[in-house]
């Protein structure tokens, strides 16, 4: 999707792909293949380019290191990245900057979960350190039982107070090395089991002061934390106002509604920060947009059943990712726009749920 | 352009060019280099796709035949194409349907000129059988000197009678294999010497009996034309009604302000009707666009002066087609999009101006 976004602004735009047959490898005409864990890949890579930044937040930072030792501009830089790449580091420094995040501590056994349980009850969830993407690497643990399987995987994790939220929100912005900002509408994501299946551009029925707290707060965070490009904030919406839940410092889920929901959809706008080029208007082309994802089921072809949701609903935005299928993947999304949020959402659903699985619910 | 709205479909797209340089070479990750007018690259390139299409009108028919032959799908079909490679052709096959057109005949010498403008008196209107584009292959002569000088290029022409319309309007059609069809809003397009320099979507002030006129003969004409993919009308609006200027099978300059002005890009469409997928819908997306091409001046550099358009105008869409710049080329174009069309055309032309040359004018 950032591919398609450089092809507007006539920004030459290449790719580092581990294999060809990835999503962004199978439509940039400038793939370079690599590891993105191999500082000599990297550096060969970079030498090409004016920028380098980042659709996912996994390359080490030993890697980085050597990337900014070697002069290249990477964007976001590594300091604000490691927020990202380690929970417990983010949550204590949003805690240094007074931002509101869910009590969180360190634990390396059962008996220290079991600690907490005590303490708090169940559930107690747990969170991987790094690599948590997408609600994978979020537990939700009711039992000393489940807490048991989630430590026996033997990955570094944390235990978080569970937040009892009325809803979920995000709030995307951008931020240019130069500190111009810019914030989207505050959306409501709908997650379930850790998985988000839409996103509801603007949140349906948000007080406002809460939008404009939810903005100020990703403005202040991208500032704060030196984000260059797009941050996303999901937060937790409670009686006692919001909590900070994740961060991500590129193009998101949350944000994809803007491809068409948006005058500047995020991927441009990613790319204009990382440049350092004015950002674009953030703001809705509709008056309500909800973005639902396709989430691989057991049918292999989300491509045989296109035709049906485009012709039942011609205005019916599709994306399609070009990953193989596999259940609860995300390998695509539909966007809907229009005036009524609960029309336009069931339009985004019906589709989603039909590209993937053919089947259709009331 | 059309390699982008590929993306989101999850297409596999592939661009045959002649040289790595060419725009959508730059940009497709499956570039093919090769001839258009030799039929074993032609036929090369087709043996991987399920569907051949054009964005431009100059594959010969000798070869588009012997792709016909091979049995590939070439959308639209020789027959169809024809029309847009033979303007006398086209202009025959207009009459023949009752269609509207501007008198013609063929002329071989001056003095056929001369006899014509006896007639008639001057400005005779010269154009190229062939090979037109953009207005190029256009003269509108106010003398034997001028006429003279056309017909010593020794390029086949015709002579036209000299329109006196109130102005220029398009129609957009696309139409799919099964005979669906979807019309966009009829544009005004505003030419000098020949160039498109502004598409106002929708055409101001239009009266409703001439615009359901337009997209009725847009229809007709892509059904009587067994037109698959866009279609694109030209028009002379007079006090006479509609006149049918010139037309086009492929993505064209008069719908480049759909890809945000439009639910549907032109470039998605012609790709939906060419695969015979459901239409999308043409319906617009703001009050009213303008789209103002960037036409190259005497500046090289169109990328230096972009930051100041986008700095000065945050919600401007900004096109750039990796062109080299030549004077009067169109190296990319601009969108405004809102509610008030004097005030978005003066954005899209403020900055059109501003990218290729850095002038501002009152």
Redesign the interface.
């Known amino acids: 999707?950032t591919?398609?976004a450089?092809?507007?602004?006539?920004i030459?735009f290449r790719v580092l792909a581990a294999d060809p047959d990835e999503s962004a490898?199978?439509?940039?005409?400038d793939?370079v293949i690599g590891d993105y864990r191999s500082s000599d890949d990297l550096l060969a890579f970079a030498a090409a380019c004016d920028v380098i930044t980042f659709d996912h937040e996994h390359v080490p930072q030993p890697q980085l290191a050597a990337l900014e030792r070697a002069g290249v501009a990477v964007r976001p830089s590594p300091a604000a990245l490691r927020l990202t790449q380690d929970k417990l580091a983010m949550r204590a420094r949003l805690g240094e900057l007074g931002v509101p995040v869910p009590r969180a501590e360190l634990v390396s056994s059962l008996a220290d979960v079991q600690e907490i349980a005590n303490r708090t009850g169940w559930p107690v969830v747990l969170k991987a350190v790094s690599g948590g993407y997408d609600g994978r690497g979020v537990w939700v643990c009711r039992s000393n039982a489940e807490a048991a399987d989630v430590l026996s995987h033997d990955v570094p994790v944390f235990a978080e107070e569970f937040v009892p939220f009325d809803r979920e929100l995000a709030i995307l912005v951008a931020r240019s090395p130069s500190g111009h900002g810019?914030a989207y509408p505050v959306v409501e994501t709908i997650q379930r089991d850790g998985i988000c299946h839409e996103v509801l551009a603007p949140a349906p029925g948000l007080a406002d002061q809460l939008a404009e707290s939810a903005i100020e707060l990703g403005l202040k965070l991208a500032g704060d934390l030196d984000v260059v490009g797009v941050l996303a904030v999901e937060l937790f919406e409670t009686r006692g106002g919001l909590l900070v839940n994740e961060l991500a410092m590129r193009p998101h889920n949350s944000g994809h509604w803007t491809?068409e929901g948006a005058?500047?959809s995020q991927f441009e706008q990613h790319l204009?920060a990382v440049l350092n080029?004015?950002?674009?208007?953030p703001?809705a082309?509709?008056p309500c947009a909800v973005m639902a994802n396709v989430l691989g089921g057991h049918d292999s072809d989300?491509?045989g059943k296109?035709?049906h949701v485009?012709?039942a609903d011609?205005?019916l935005?599709?994306?399609?990712?070009?990953k193989p299928v596999r259940p609860g993947r995300k390998v695509?999304h539909v966007t809907a726009?229009g005036e009524d949020i609960a029309a336009v959402r069931a339009r985004a659903r019906r589709a989603a749920r039909y590209i993937a699985a053919g089947t259709e619910e009331p």
């Not at 490898?25 to 005409?29: I, K």
């Open positions: 999707m591919a398609a450089a092809i507007g602004l006539g030459r490898a199978q439509v940039c005409a793939t810019a491809i005058r500047t204009r080029w004015p950002l674009g208007a703001t082309t509709a989300v491509h296109l035709n485009m012709a011609p205005a935005k599709v994306q399609l990712y070009g695509g726009l």
